[in-house]
C-alpha cells in the first residue's frame, strides 16, 4: 500500500493522502469499519504534518469520520 511507503519515508502528508484514497475505496466497497479505521490512522499522523496543513487536514478527518466517512466529502476537497 502507498500509504505505508510513504509513511515508513516519513512523507507524512502523502502518506495521509493515500489514507484518504484508501478510506474512499474501502466506503466504495461498503467496508465502512474500515474506511473510518483507515481515516483513524491518518488522524495519528496529523502531528507529524507541516504544522500549516495541520489544522485544515485534521478537521477534514474528524468531518469525514463525524459525517460517516469519506462519502460526505466533495469530490473537490483536498488537503493540499
Do not use: C
Not at 7 to 31: C, P, T
Not at 48 to 70: A, F, K, M, N, S
Amino acid at each position: 500500500e502507498l500509504a505505508m511507503h510513504f509513511e515508513k519515508g516519513l512523507e507524512f502528508d502523502r502518506a495521509v493522502e493515500y489514507l484518504m484514497l484508501a478510506a474512499k475505496n474501502a466506503e466504495r466497497r461498503f467496508a465502512l469499519r474500515d474506511a473510518i479505521s483507515v481515516l483513524h490512522h491518518a488522524l495519528a499522523l496529523v502531528p507529524r504534518l507541516p504544522i500549516d496543513l495541520r489544522t485544515p487536514v485534521q478537521l477534514q478527518l474528524l468531518e469525514w469520520i463525524g459525517d460517516g466517512g469519506p462519502a460526505r466529502a466533495t469530490a473537490g476537497d483536498s488537503h493540499r
